[in-house]
């Protein structure tokens, strides 16, 4: 029994807690923007000017959604 129970504390002390989820970071993949304007160049600026308005975009979708009591996303939300 000695056995068993060291076992089961090396699993528990092994194990790691979830932890928060990041709200900052890049919403936007390199390679798919880099893609999407491959005959122009693209200025380091756009980048970050991207990710604002789609995090913009994303929150006024967030908006319509709990206006009309919903907790799904759906497209017409954009």
């Given at each position: ?24 970071g890049d919403l ?8 999407a304007a491959a ?29 009309n009591k919903r ?8």
């Amino acid at each position: 029994m000695a056995k068993k129970a060291r076992k089961n504390t090396k699993k528990k002390a092994t194990r790691k807690k979830a932890g928060k989820k990041k709200k900052g970071g890049d919403l936007i993949i390199s390679k798919a923007r880099t893609k999407a304007a491959a005959s122009l160049n693209v200025s380091s600026d756009f980048y970050s000017a991207l990710d604002e308005k789609v995090r913009a975009c994303i929150a006024t979708a967030e908006d319509r959604a709990n206006a009309n009591k919903r907790k799904t996303l759906r497209p017409q939300d954009l």
